[in-house]
């Protein structure tokens, strides 16, 4: 079986380069700085409250532990269940 008649070529294709699109720069937009929001947290060792933000460091100021929990919320959550 020829191969040439199987696709129906008339010679083998020569290789060419492949063109390609120059690639566009992303956009990319500026990031504006944002206020920290603080969450309260208690520290398990010590009992006490602690502020943090998202770009603190998780750590008790107190006793310097790092096994804080989240303060619960003052507001009642009632929750619709099916």
């Known amino acids: 079986?020829?191969?040439?008649?199987?696709?129906?070529?008339?010679?083998?294709?020569?290789?060419?380069?492949?063109?390609?699109?120059?690639?566009?720069?992303?956009k990319y937009s500026p990031i504006q700085a944002v206020d920290a929001?603080?969450?309260?947290?208690?520290?398990?060792?010590?009992?006490?409250?602690?502020?943090l933000t998202t770009l603190d460091k998780i750590k008790c100021v107190h006793c310097e532990s790092r096994v804080i929990k989240k303060e619960p919320d003052k507001k009642l959550k009632v929750y619709n269940c099916i």
Request: aromatic letters at 10%; charged letters at 30%; a positive charge.
């Open 37 to 51: 929001i603080k969450v309260k947290y208690i520290c398990y060792r010590c009992n006490k409250s602690i502020e």
């Open 1 to 26: 079986m020829d191969a040439l008649k199987l696709y129906n070529l008339q010679r083998p294709p020569s290789q060419q380069k492949e063109l390609f699109l120059p690639k566009k720069k992303a």
